[in-house]
């Protein structure tokens, strides 16, 4: 059933791109008799395709509405997942409230999903614990819920879910519900990168950047390199930038080349910052004068083919 699911799945994908096939609107009539005949997630399917529409099929929330509770009583983790999201939040349509807002039912739905080892849910519970209304609670209540928290987020993270790796890398920063550890706080907000939550490099840059300060150059370049090539560009750019300043002491001047080579690459393609194609070429000449091998070879390759735009751009540093 696992991979007829999948392939109705593709098949549907294809027909929104593409339009209604034939064969697109069988798979669709396949899916819908799976719903109908109590496939828990298929009817979770179904009802996300319900709540916008799609091609000859109109929207229809309150059907979409009752296939997810359906889907979520029959224990679909998804499913489960998303009601808890719609009682913490409400689901309006139209004007019509169809879900009134609900504390204690979007925690039992998330966290019975949670219980079914759902990423997702366990990161929604965590979020909803930890930014809960405390007027009321005494300090052993709001403890419990924090302690929840960890405990949900630590599993989601060791799931390799990124929002939960970047929660719990806040309250590693802050010291809240566990030790306070900057170090585990920056592992956490690479994890969250590398697994594709970009929201995770600001707060990388706001907890590291004194740090990174004060690191040695060779170091810096070492980091920014690998930042700028991966998951965090602009920490990247901010590390090579503090590898590259020649007035620190001491500096070394290999080091300080291949910074301004990988500056000049960031400029160039607009990797980590805006592109800035003549500011590119400025940071290639510079390294280039520097010895830097990789930037010789850029340099040479311009100087060949615009030779009073090289002068111009040599001149100015």
């Not at 799931?159 to 719990?168: F, G, I, V, Y």
Request: hydrophobic residues 40%; neutral net charge.
């Amino acid at each position: 059933m696992k991979k007829l699911l999948i392939l109705i799945g593709a098949l549907l994908g294809i027909l929104i791109v593409r339009g209604a096939s034939p064969e697109a609107r069988r798979a669709f009539r396949i899916f819908e008799q799976r719903a109908e005949q109590g496939d828990s997630e298929a009817r979770y399917r179904l009802a996300t395709i319900l709540e916008t529409g799609w091609d000859s099929v109109p929207h229809d929330s309150v059907r979409a509405l009752s296939l997810i509770r359906s889907s979520a009583a029959a224990g679909f983790p998804p499913a489960m997942n998303y009601l808890g999201y719609l009682y913490d939040k409400g689901y309006t349509v139209n004007g019509r409230s169809l879900i009134a807002v609900n504390r204690d039912s979007s925690i039992y739905w998330l966290k019975n999903a949670a219980d079914l080892n759902d990423p997702r849910a366990m990161s929604n519970l965590a979020y909803i614990l930890l930014n809960a209304d405390t007027v009321g609670k005494n300090s052993d209540e709001i403890g419990k819920d924090r302690s929840m928290a960890v405990m949900y987020l630590t599993r989601a993270a060791d799931a390799e879910a990124p929002t939960a790796m970047s929660m719990l890398g806040d309250l590693y920063r802050d010291g809240r519900g566990v030790p306070r550890d900057t170090a585990k706080a920056a592992e956490l907000y690479e994890k969250a990168l590398s697994g594709g939550l970009g929201d995770a490099e600001p707060r990388l840059i706001t907890l590291m950047i004194s740090r990174w300060d004060r690191m040695p150059q060779a170091e810096q370049l070492r980091l920014g390199e690998r930042y700028l090539t991966t998951y965090a560009p602009a920490a990247g750019v901010l590390l090579l930038e503090r590898a590259a300043d020649d007035t620190r002491i001491p500096c070394d001047t290999p080091q300080m080349a291949r910074a301004l080579y990988w500056l000049g690459e960031a400029a160039s393609r607009g990797v980590g910052m805006p592109v800035n194609s003549r500011l590119g070429m400025r940071r290639y000449i510079r390294a280039a004068e520097l010895g830097d091998s990789d930037a010789i070879r850029v340099a040479d390759d311009f100087r060949g083919l615009y030779p009073d735009d090289y002068k111009a751009l040599r001149d100015s540093l």
